[in-house]
């Protein structure tokens, strides 16, 4: 039962892992440069999308950070949307910053005491250090080179929703606005939902937005179902959340089938 359990999260693994067949989204006009992290130990790229308004206007902006954020990943259709959304006046303006893959599962998991769960890649566990690399070599940089508000937001899928949701509950001054579609909450037997109630019982005063979802896919989605229920529990006055559970969706179809409603939610009236 043991072996059959194992072999079960090994699965769900591959399931997670960007599955679906790519579409061919159009790419925006947007900056890129690269940064040496110490943190990561090596060089990242990253690209940038801003609002049409950006050189006209003298405001700043909020800033929305994302994993998976090459322009062969999830870059241009979230760039392509927040367009979209922001030219129907539904968000307000925002800032795009796009960090692209170099060792996807290492960046985006804990650690974990599965053995299974360390099957998948060379070296997993990392996201102290992503988290670290995003905070303090890539903040700095963009709060320089752009003209940015004091309000950012966290956006991911699958492995980087669990990284979404991980950051939320464990360093959650880091951002204000947290999205995540699908997390892969079944990570190292499913601990982060576990620790849930411990984390939020030192949450911070101030207020955070944290919307999420998930799909169809039962052994995925029950450990989202699960935190929604600590959350409903614990009731935080200054945890705005919501839950948007998606039986019709697939795990590879949840991002964009769900998005527009995330960032409205999310963002809408900020």
Known sequence: MKALFSSLTFLL???SCRSAAPVQDIIPAHDTFILESKYTGE???????????YNSDTGRFPVLYMPDGGLKEDFPHIA???SKLISAKEIPPIILVGIENTQRRRDLTGPTQNAE????????????????????????????????GDRRGLIGESLAGLFVTETLLESPNMFDYYIAFDPSLWWNDHALVGSAEKDLAGFPTAEKRFW??????????????????????????NLKWKYSPEPKEEHSTIFRATKEKALIWTFANQ
């Open 13 to 15: 693994f591959l399931m």
């Open 43 to 53: 060089t990242r790229v990253i690209n940038v999308w801003k609002p049409e308004n």
């Open 80 to 82: 392509n949307t927040l």
């Open 117 to 148: 769960d360390k099957k998948i890649a060379p070296v997993v566990g990392g996201s102290k250090e992503f988290r670290a690399f995003i905070k303090e070599e890539l903040f700095p940089v963009i709060e320089k080179k752009y003209r940015t």
């Open 212 to 237: 999420f979802a998930g799909s169809g896919t039962e052994e995925i989605s029950k450990y989202p179902r699960e935190l929604a229920k600590i959350l409903k529990e614990r009731n935080l006055p």
